[in-house]
T-cell receptor, first 112, second 112 residues
Framework: SQTIHQWPATLVQPVGSPLSLECTVE??????LYWYRQAAGRGLQLLFY??????ISSEVPQNLSASRPQDRQFILSSKKLLLSDSGFYLC???????????FGPGTRLTVL | DAKTTQPNSMESNEEEPVHLPCNHS???????IHWYRQLPSQGPEYVIH???SNVNNRMASLAIAEDRKSSTLILHRATLRDAAVYYC?????????????FGGGTRLMVKP
């Protein structure tokens, strides 16, 4: 069966510090991968998606970036965090032939 | 992407059926109707999806209007664990990235 892992579960970072969030998927090959953010009390916003290794599409221009160094690994990064980067970050995967997305447990990021 | 309209919130009594409506009057012929739900402090969870015919699975049923301009998610017997935000989303089958656009959803409250 497929599983998706995200870490860390919670993170508190000062403004201006770097960020690296990691997501890995097990039990499937060549998944589509996604990063979403949910600000407090708000809906989910798609940040990035990837249909293959090294292929990243950005939905929202901002100070975040994403990379996919391996088939089942997706990384969200920032060189300098802003207060507005606080939120609940979710990674998800899907297969091309099936539309449903499966979400990870999320990382709750607080930027102080 | 075609938009969906859902009530902001609904209430239900435990062990009674719940009908969650969704309007999507601008749906195109290649749009699948997806439903997800998000429990507090968790990532969204896939519930069900369909194209034209009604669909049933272990979690819920999806009733799709004949003109496809609306649909209803049916929870046959609500439990306290069904209290969540329910999202109705249209996914274009020609969308290679399988991207989903989450709206505000319906917050379902279940009373004991």
């Amino acid at each position: 069966s497929q599983t998706i892992h995200q870490w860390p579960a919670t993170l508190v970072q000062p403004v201006g510090s770097p960020l690296s969030l990691e997501c890995t998927v097990e039990g499937t090959s060549n998944p589509n991968l996604y990063w979403y953010r949910q600000a407090a009390g708000r809906g989910l916003q798609l940040l990035f998606y990837s249909v293959g290794i090294g292929q990243i599409s950005s939905e929202v221009p901002q100070n975040l970036s994403a990379s996919r160094p391996q088939d089942r690994q997706f990384i969200l990064s920032s060189k300098k965090l802003l207060l507005s980067d606080s939120g609940f970050y979710l990674c998800a995967w899907s297969l091309l032939v099936r539309g449903e997305q499966f979400f990870g447990p999320g990382t709750r990021l607080t930027v102080l | 992407d075609a938009k969906t309209t859902q009530p902001n919130s609904m209430e239900s009594n435990e062990e009674e059926p719940v009908h969650l409506p969704c309007n999507h009057s601008t749906i195109s012929g290649t749009d699948y109707i997806h439903w997800y739900r998000q429990l507090p402090s968790q990532g969204p969870e896939y519930v069900i999806h369909g194209l034209t015919s009604n669909v049933n699975n272990r979690m819920a049923s999806l009733a799709i209007a004949e003109d496809r301009k609306s649909s209803t998610l049916i929870l046959h017997r609500a439990t306290l664990r069904d209290a969540a935000v329910y999202y109705c989303i249209l996914r274009d089958v020609s969308n290679a990235g399988n991207m989903l656009t989450f709206g505000g959803g319906t917050r379902l409250m279940v009373k004991p």
